[in-house]
């Protein structure tokens, strides 16, 4: 699911939607998802928000049906100036959000394994600076490209 063509550093974007966006539109291009991907992604992120506080950094991880998904991948972004998300579970609770990684799952049985796996990942605080270190989709797709692994 992780692609090195949908891995971006320094992403520009002042709003989550315009990073949704940006990510969404790329997929759709590639055709793994379907037209109606984005506004689903971004209707969902106003009901159920996917930011979250891992220490020095945080991260969102949207998402919506599997009825929106052609084929399953997961974009990921660096952005270049954090973007605020709401906190997951808290929808008061804004965050200055620095990754982005978002998912198209084909398959709504493996969404629940996909996204543990994603944040024991990130829950490796040296994993996480090192991600955001990187300087290239390259870099960063060799820490990614595991997670979709059995």
Known sequence: MIHKEFIFTDLEGSTKEQVITQLA????????????????VLEREKEYPTGLSLGEYCIAIPHTFA?????????VAKLASPVSFAEMGSADNAL?????????ISNPEEQVGLLKKILRLFSDVDVLKTLMAS???TEMYELLRHIDEP
Request: hydrophobic share 50%; charged share 15%; aromatic share 6%.
């Open 67 to 75: 009825a929106h998904v052609n084929q399953p991948a997961i974009a």
């Open 25 to 40: 539109d790329r997929l759709l291009a590639a055709g793994y998802v379907k037209d109606s991907y984005r506004n689903a």
């Open 135 to 137: 300087s290239t989709p």
């Open 96 to 104: 200055d959000v620095s990754l982005v990684m978002m998912m198209a």
